[in-house]
């Protein structure tokens, strides 16, 4: 593949037939597509434009291309490059709202306080898919694990906590929170996560217990179970079968500290459904 890329991509005039060549193509040939067409093009302005039009173009793995066309031209043009990823995260094609959102990930590493104000915008689009691109663009930008950035990332994720979506809250509580900023800043995440567990909001409560279901929670454990027992005591069923959840999977990981909990929470009248819910996948 990598072959028959180079030899569009050198002849003159031919690469307006690379979407034929990558058709159906896997992300490491359409890296390698971007990369190649990014050393020989003229300006910016070129990848800007050959992003807009392969951004309509039917094959996902053509419009994954114009993901990271619209990424490298984004110096030239910061609004042009960021219409082109905002239009992306909404694709039908889950693999193309996967490439836009980390695009957006990597340039919010790379610029972050311009990109930042742009993806403010993208929490109040109406589209769940081009928010739930923040959540991802939060999570790929933390693991620059720049600690100055822990408060900005997390408070601009923060209005999506009470966005019911199915979209959203599948890529933020388990995925953008706690698989990413709370392994990545444990001590700033669990603040907010303490924050925002005194909230009555049912969706945000599912957000912060499922937060602990993530890469990051097995290290929190002692701390985590300080907030779940809290939140084990709320009636909601949206909520309790959240920590069950998050119990059943810190199981799998700390069980030498979680299923103790567990026992206790089974003579505990008031959590003995929550442990009942946890002990079924344990």
Request: glycine letters at 8%.
């Amino acid at each position: 593949m990598h072959e028959a890329i180079d030899r569009v991509v050198v002849d003159e005039g031919g690469i307006d037939s690379l979407p034929e060549v990558l058709a159906g193509a896997r992300t490491g040939d359409i890296r390698y597509a971007v990369k190649r067409i990014a050393s020989v093009a003229e300006d910016g302005d070129e990848l800007l434009g050959r992003a807009e039009e392969w951004g309509g173009y039917p094959d996902p793995a053509v419009r994954q291309l114009a993901c990271g066309l619209a990424e490298e031209g984004y110096r030239a043009d910061r609004k042009r490059a960021v219409s082109v990823l905002r239009r992306l995260s909404d694709d039908p094609a889950s693999s193309v709202r996967d490439a836009a959102g980390r695009a957006c990930g990597r340039l919010l590493a790379r610029d972050f306080p311009h990109m930042l104000n742009e993806l403010y915008e993208f929490r109040t689009d109406p589209s769940p898919q081009v928010r739930r691109a923040t959540a991802i663009a939060a999570m790929i930008a933390g693991r620059e694990k720049r600690l100055e950035w822990a408060e900005p990332l997390l408070k601009l994720i923060e209005p999506l906590l009470a966005d019911r979506d199915p979209e959203v809250r599948r890529s933020l509580g388990p995925v953008a929170i706690g698989g990413g900023l709370l392994r990545d800043y444990p001590d700033v995440a669990f603040e907010y996560l303490v924050k925002w567990s005194t909230s009555n909001d049912e969706q945000v409560l599912w957000n912060v217990a499922m937060s602990f279901s993530g890469a990051g929670g097995p290290p929190l454990v002692k701390k985590a179970l300080i907030v779940l027992r809290r939140l084990s005591l709320d009636e909601r069923r949206y909520v309790w079968r959240a920590v069950a959840s998050a119990m059943w999977k810190l199981g799998r990981k700390r069980p030498e500290i979680v299923r103790p909990e567990i026992s206790r929470w089974l003579e505990d009248e008031r959590r003995v459904e929550v442990a009942r819910a946890a002990l079924k996948y344990l």
